[in-house]
């Protein structure tokens, strides 16, 4: 079967940083995906990973382990707004995303 | 319109009840996808379209239909609302090319009673 597995939920203080892991076993693989999901409303894309190493975007980056089916969401300099679900999502063989049930990160002051 | 758009945002259903879910995109995406979010779950795939004229069955099908009459419109219907289908549902969209994100509508959030 297909799985993705998160941390249910992971706690962090503001100005520092976090790192949320992500393990995958899919039929085939095309590219990794990660969402941002506030309380409420819907996901809005990340960043993507098709090729191993790390994607630097602003404050966010992500980093892809094809051979480990591993990626991790790793987040700088923590901000209040930053408080969300992070979900992982694989394309699998088919085309189609599968979904992680989401790491819920808390920021606290 | 600008980008994809469900409705209604928020509806209270009897059980047994038929009831269609709207979704609309004017990004001329070829993909459109409809999933349903409950607590501690994942995303699950209910039904999708790759193109205008298809339709496929995801994981979750079972009580739901669609069609994809065209490019735009992709609409969910429950035929009989029974209360396991009380759930958050999001439809979203993609070119489906390789490394395209998925476009999420804001949701519907369904209580069947």
């Known amino acids: 079967g297909q799985n993705i597995d998160q941390p249910t939920e992971m706690t962090a203080t503001e100005g520092a940083i976090v790192q949320i892991n992500c393990t995958y076993q899919t039929s085939g693989f095309n590219g990794l995906f990660w969402y941002q999901q506030h309380a409420g409303e819907a996901p809005t894309f990340l960043s993507y990973n098709v090729l191993d190493g790390l994607e630097e975007k602003g404050r966010f980056s992500s980093f892809l382990s094809r051979s480990k089916g591993y990626s991790y969401l790793l987040l700088k300099e923590l901000q209040m707004k930053d408080s969300a679900s992070y979900l992982c999502?694989?394309?699998?063989?088919?085309?189609?995303?599968?979904w992680g049930a989401g790491t819920k990160l808390i920021i606290k002051p | 319109i600008a980008g994809i758009t469900q409705a209604p945002t928020s509806q209270i259903l009897a059980a047994g009840r038929r009831m269609t879910l709207r979704c609309t995109q004017d990004?001329?995406?070829?993909?459109m996808y409809w999933y349903r979010q409950d607590l501690g779950l994942g995303l699950r795939l209910i039904h999708y379209?790759?193109?205008?004229?298809?339709?496929g069955k995801g994981e979750v099908p079972d009580g739901y239909s669609v069609s994809r009459a065209n490019t735009d419109d992709f609409p969910l219907t429950l035929a009989s609302a029974v209360p396991s289908q009380t759930s958050v549902y999001f439809c979203?969209?993609?070119?489906?090319?390789?490394?395209?994100?998925?476009?999420f509508g804001q949701g519907t959030r369904l209580t069947v009673v």
């Open positions: 979203a969209s993609s070119d489906q090319a390789e490394n395209t994100e998925a476009f």
């Open positions: 990004m001329r995406h070829n993909a």
């Open positions: 379209s790759n193109t205008a004229g298809t339709t």
């Open positions: 999502a694989v394309r699998d063989s088919n085309y189609q995303l599968i």
